[in-house]
């Protein structure tokens, strides 16, 4: 509206020219969109039955999808926690931001998502984990897990208290991020970030869930029981395999066991299970024992031995992951109706997303850190009946650090220039764009560490995967993910691929050069 034209509407009008500007100021900012960002914690694609249907069904997350945007090709950067929560943040790779694994802590002074909302007149919200070390900042309000949080009965942290609250955390979370929509100040827009607990490990399910397939077979991913044959060594020296590195009582809910006859592995296991069990009231206890009870009496009596033991883990281990995702998938659905109830539906995006993609069984795996697509791969879903096209984004490679620059770029902000990520709005209108990325860098650095996955770094392309191993190993590896996508199959001596591995490994160091 011209200045002139402005004057005119306001002094025809019976309001001030002071409350017209109020009036319209106000308007500006209610127009741009509301979000809501939902990560769940090692959440797998697999176990979302929009991109599979082969393990759960969860019809909140399908709903969202075909409301909205399924990305297929969403990787991380570094498949572990801090890192990807800093990438996610920042838009930068884990080399800028610092947080090169869990062990780092995140600088506050370097400039985050959150915090350029806040600036922008955005009201902000953090509900749930957090992980960075240091206090979150940006947000008008936080309630966060400490460190990993716990399933039952969790402990929070505000900005002025320590404190602890009854229940299950993924509902207690859910309810406390609605909670918090009802009580903001409506004349802003709004940024929440709900950050799940499940479906981290040790993958306690809510009562409610604890029968969920109960008496089924799950099926076994053809994988499952990987000789590691011409990989590098690192696929053999990693401790994270179903079989032999699970814990029986903390991982696998066997329990009471006779503590007299464990070995180390499992005494440790023991006490990390007396410790989150020990949480339990006395009626959730007797609600457990009474759950698992006979299938663990009959696992006592079979004494299994072997690849029958191997399976009997991975279909306790798959099935109280899944249980663990049934209850994010509700909390989703009760979450999607408080928006229809109040109005908001078509004026607030909603993003779900994971910190990384989890082995679900593959190669004999729990956990993520390796280049491998169940780790890398994470599930990506973004809704906006009001400004963005439905259906599938399948063609372009996406990456974590992209999702800040998307989301200032949905809500009006100039894009800092450090940062390293692209904003893929115009993919979720739908339109087309002249250039983007042909290939993705990806650089794990936790070693050593807990499950002892090696360094490593590496290039992925939508056909190829080219991974180098470093550190205390030098050795490639080279995937053909078309003709090979459970990646068993390593290319890297064969002479037909040559030419290939030629191209990767130059593009790789240049990559190098360009992240820095
Ligand atoms: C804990 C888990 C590990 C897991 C890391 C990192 N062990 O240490 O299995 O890899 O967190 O996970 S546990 O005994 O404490 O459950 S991350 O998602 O935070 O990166
Ligand atoms: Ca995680």
Redesign the pocket.
Known sequence: MKRREFIKLATASSLTLSQQLAHLACRHKTRRPNIIFIMS??HASRAISCYDDTLIRTPNLDRLAQEGKRVDLFFCTNA???PSRASILTGQYSSRHGVVD?SQEFKPSQATLPELLQQAGYQTSLIGKW?LKTAPIGFDYYLILPD?GDYYNPEFIDKSHRFQLPGYVTSILTSRAIDWLKSRDRQKPFFLCLHHKAS???WMPDIEFLSLFRDQELPVPKTFFDDYQNRCPAASLQEMRIADHSYLT?DLKLFPLDDKQLNDHEQTGLA?WNSVFSRLTDDQKKIWEEAYREENEEFKRKKLEGPDLALWKYQRYIKDYLRTVASIDKSLGQLLDYLDQAGLSDSTIVIYTS?QGFFLGEHGWF?KRFMYEPSIKTPLIIRYPDGLEKGVEKDHLLLNIDLAPTIMDVAGIDIPPDIQGSSFKRLLQGMKVSSWRESIYYHYYEYPG??SVRRHYGIRTKQHKLIHYYNDLDCWELFDLEKDPDEVVNQFSNPEYQSVKEVLQNRLEEMHREIG
């Open positions: 914690d090692d572990i926690c801090a869990n992980h990993q981290h490990r040790n903390y990390y910190d956990d807990v499950h």
